[in-house]
């Protein structure tokens, strides 16, 4: 399936900070109250605090701009693009600050003792082939790509998702320029 990142709708936040556009929920049509896993991406406009997720574990990954990131009991830490992502509990405090505007960001929460997730970050030449490891599988675009799979070939632009919904099969990534640069996120259930 593929999730373009024009189809999404900006969803401001409660405190005014920024906007989120939602990439993919399960169950389908649940709202934030009620998901198993979710996958989003948010434009930070302003510092503040997170709202809190309880029983919920979060994936953090800025993939633009950068911001200080603070969670309750942990150093602050700097993210930007060339940094790897943050995990921390939904439940636990946290806030950010934006050092570099704009400052767009990768989210990914899965309901804890039911679903956990696995991110990495790609930058790799030529046609690198994937083998599907999980149940659900999003390729998250940074430039364009063309995606291949069986009974599929889609070319999609920056933050276009494909999403995947068997394990075992291989997906062939081909760059435009001179690497693919994606997110592999994996949701696993437990």
Known sequence: MILRAADRLAVP??????LTREVAVHPPGSDLGNFDWRVSIAEVQRGGPFSLFPAVDRHLAVISGSLVFSVSGRDPLTLSPDSHFVAFPGDAPASAEPVE???????????????????????V?????????????????MGPLVVRAPGIECSLTALDAARF????????LRAAGPAAVFWLIEICAL
């Open 165 to 172: 919904s068997a394990s075992g099969q291989a997906v062939t």
């Open 13 to 18: 936040w409660k405190n005014g900070g920024g």
């Open 101 to 123: 505007l704009p400052v767009t960001d990768l989210n990914v929460m899965t309901r804890r003792g039911r679903f956990f997730a696995r991110l990495r970050r790609s930058s």
């Open 125 to 141: 030449p030529g046609e690198p082939v994937i083998r599907l490891e999980t149940d659900t599988t999003l390729i998250v675009a």
